[in-house]
């Protein structure tokens, strides 16, 4: 199983970004599909994660502007990311737990400037 992300960039202040995570190979389900963030010089920290029955839950500072949502069907992942801020830059990874075990993909560097 392969978790592949895409759809980082470039962008100024105030822009949107939408990232991609497709699991590919021997993949039944996906239980939890995540999105974390390492920003430079510090610790990855979680930003959103949807569960498969639906359910959703974001970083306080990503709350109103970020949405994550699944197309089960596809097992791929989004991650729509507006109005940005340069403290969303970083290189944001997606995870997924798939039949109970847990995957992560390569990064996406995401870059907001001002």
């Known amino acids: 199983v392969q978790l592949q992300a895409s759809g980082g960039g470039a962008v100024q202040v105030g822009e949107s970004l939408t990232l991609s995570c497709a699991a590919s190979g021997p993949v039944l389900s996906v239980f939890v599909m995540g999105w974390y963030r390492q920003a430079p010089g510090k610790e990855r920290e979680l930003v959103a994660v949807?569960?498969?029955?639906?359910?959703?839950d974001y970083a306080n500072s990503v709350k109103g502007r970020f949405t994550i949502s699944r197309d089960n069907a596809k097992n791929t992942g989004y991650l729509q990311m507006n109005s940005l801020k340069p403290d969303d830059t970083g290189v944001y990874f997606c995870?997924?737990?798939?039949?109970?075990?847990?995957?992560w993909g390569k990064g996406t560097q995401v870059t907001v400037s001002s």
């Open positions: 995870s997924a737990i798939i039949e109970g075990v847990p995957y």
């Open positions: 949807a569960s498969d029955d639906g359910n959703t």
